[in-house]
């Protein structure tokens, strides 16, 4: 609280009370109100001028209010609230926005994290495929510089083994032949296959058309077979139809 000291009235200023510190709250600029306070005139125990100040923390945020001009180490603390304290549905709205502020930062903290975690996997990633690029790179130069003197060697080994080994040419040469040999008897053979195939394809079309033949005379004797039983059944029918005739004929004839 603030008090008047015995030589208030001669300076005009007033004095803070002794007393523990208090902890000033996190503020907000407010070009309106900053600065040295001239009007209420408050010195705090150091014998400074207040300065004037906003505040941006808790359900407090808004509230003026002045404070020692001195650095956080050496401040004495708040030495007067400009504004009463804010009304108990805006104090509740401000903890509830604080709340959400907390939340975000809190996520923002962690996504943060991740994002570095991510990023310092990534990295080593990066850095073990580098490597594996770099020795990839190295092993292919070597064989590269291997497949260049190759053939230096092969020439020199070649001379020698043509010196030393001549009968090795000769039964390669007579290998190769009978490979040569070997091939065009199994050209030929498969030309013989081919031709039977030929022959096979050959006999089952003449089979299938053979079989085809003689369904089609089977089915015309079926019709002709059929068309005889029907000329048979009416020969019949007319036979019968005539002896019926003759019959009547007959006993007419008896009757006269």
Partial sequence: MVSWSDDSEESGYEYSS???PIKIPATIEDPNYSGVDDEVMVMCEHGQPAKRHVCFEGISTGRRFIACGLDEASSCGVVHWVDEEWPEHLQNALHKLWLLYEDCQRANRMACLEHSSLVHNLTSQKNKLQETYEKLVEDVNNLLDTQDNIPKENEVQQGEHEEI???LDNNISALKEQLGAMDAENKELKQKVDQLKSIQVAQGNVIRNLKFDHLKEKEKLSTERRNLEFHIADLVKASD????????????????
């Fill in 18 to 20: 002794g007393g523990s």
């Fill in 165 to 167: 080994t001549p009968p």
């Fill in 241 to 256: 139809k005539n002896k019926r005739k003759l019959k009547d004929i007959k006993d007419i004839c008896d009757e006269e």
